[in-house]
């Protein structure tokens, strides 16, 4: 089982990359966000990046990532020590 953690819109939790019908772009979203918006039928989902997106048809092939949730994986991601 996976730990919970208090904030659904940290990166550093496990995220789904989902592609937005408006700007084409894939977005992350964090699962948690992801099933209370299904579970809700919501059109659309708050991406990491804060844009409210709306899911394009699963059919759809992926489109190119989007660069502010790009940035803030890597912003969330555990820092690497430098010696
Ligand atoms: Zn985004």
């Known amino acids: 089982m996976r730990e919970v953690e208090s904030d659904p819109f940290s990166a550093s939790r496990y995220?789904?990359?989902v592609t937005c019908?408006?700007?084409g772009r894939s977005h992350q979203i964090?699962?948690?966000?992801?099933?209370?918006?299904?579970?809700?039928?919501s059109s659309g989902m708050?991406?990491?990046c804060g844009r409210t997106?709306?899911?394009?048809?699963?059919?759809d092939p992926p489109?190119?990532?989007?660069?502010?949730?790009?940035?803030a994986l890597e912003l969330d991601r555990p820092r690497s020590r430098r010696t």
């Open 63 to 71: 489109g190119p990532p989007c660069p502010l949730c790009t940035a």
């Open 30 to 41: 964090s699962d948690v966000i992801l099933a209370d918006e299904l579970m809700r039928g």
């Open 53 to 59: 997106i709306v899911a394009a048809a699963l059919s």
């Open 46 to 48: 708050t991406a990491l």
């Open 21 to 23: 019908s408006r700007d």
């Open 15 to 17: 995220c789904v990359s």
